[in-house]
């Protein structure tokens, strides 16, 4: 197995690196503009940059893990899309999708993978339940390629997950 946890680390070592490299291309000129202060206030195509950077190394992860019959396994935190009700000008959340840059990459990153799935966590230990969401539906980002576990499953873990898919699979 092969774990990132979480993406938050990545997506800012990925837009270090994009900052660099736009300076480098001159894309951006972020870079001169940090000087003694330590902080980065990206440009546009800074973030763009760092999308690149990042689905581009997911992509290649999932590739070589693949060809290497590794397990793949990436945490990331939720990121709440909302909308402001026209009326009361009150804003709702809408979609719960992985926190990655960008509109469409949230979603697009789930390609890379066989499962994407919503945790959450209800009550206190020591008898919290976690709430895998394992399917998606209108507001959350979810996915099973196997269509070997049930909407919402109760406190899975990695063994079981491994155990659901093995006893599923045909052999090839």
Known sequence: NIAIDDVDFLRASAM???????FQESR???KTKIKGYHLVLPTQADFGTEMGLVEGFI???ASVCRMYEKNLLVCAHEKIIYEKDKKTKEEYPVKYIPHFTGKAAPEAIGDYFDLVFRITRLGKEPSVVR????HPDDRIAAKDRYSVFKTVEDNLTWPKVIERIKANIPPA
């Open 131 to 134: 709430k895998f969401q394992c």
């Open 28 to 30: 951006s000129q972020t």
């Open 59 to 61: 992509s290649n992860l």
């Open 16 to 22: 270090n690196k994009a900052v660099t490299i736009n």
